[in-house]
């Protein structure tokens, strides 16, 4: 989350720039604590302190806030992933999963209250999918298959393995770990999350997948 009233640079903003962050900053709250459904317009201005036709002068509808929501307050999953294909063989293989890893739990975890109502509502869902013009949520696991391609080239992966599986494998353990963080609220058993910590999780996580697709002398 961003903090209210600032930008990425930590220089105030002011006017619209001002009420457009709050109206953000109102609807992560309220979808995180009463649903995407009942975060409607009408209690998103409310808990920004702004009135609804002050909110529609920056958004089209509730759509295009849960959109902005993602895209400016959860951390930048997309842009992490997007960045790795003109790294390859710099650094790591596993510094960067790792690096990914890190990004995509609290990613998720932000993501998942909201993508719940979204389910929840074929037409929200239906409308939302046609919003993304095919930029949806499969260019995470894609965009790092590319990623893991470019080191397949370099002689960094194992020349016998799926990128695409391998992708999925490490992108779907980020996504229940996160299932389980919001499941379980902190109030889960012991054993619920292993490892505890999250750089254990992704230490761990990494290092098992690259036990199946690193090539030897990497």
Known sequence: MTNEGTHEDERPLTG????RARVLDAAARLIGTVGLVRATTKEIA???????????????DKEDIFVRVLRERAPRLAAAVAELPDRAGQGTVRE?????????VPFY???????????ASPELLA????KLDNAGP?????????????????????????????AMLLIGGCFHRAFL??????????????PAALD?????TVRAVLGGIQAPAA
Do not use: N
């Open 16 to 19: 619209a720039a001002l009420t």
């Open 46 to 60: 409310r808990e920004a302190g702004c009135s609804e036709a002050a909110l529609y002068k920056h958004f089209r």
């Open 96 to 104: 960067h999963l790792e690096a990914v890893v890190m990004v995509a």
């Open 109 to 119: 975890q932000q993501s998942l209250p909201m993508a719940g109502g979204l389910l």
């Open 127 to 130: 409308a939302h999918r046609r």
């Open 138 to 166: 499969h260019h995470v696991s894609s965009r790092l298959a590319d990623y893991l391609r470019a080191e397949q080239r370099l002689g960094r992966v194992a020349a016998d393995v799926d990128p695409d599986a391998a």
């Open 181 to 194: 963080e919001v499941f379980y609220a902190g109030e889960g058993p012991a054993e619920a999350l292993r």
């Open 200 to 204: 254990d999780f992704a230490t761990a």
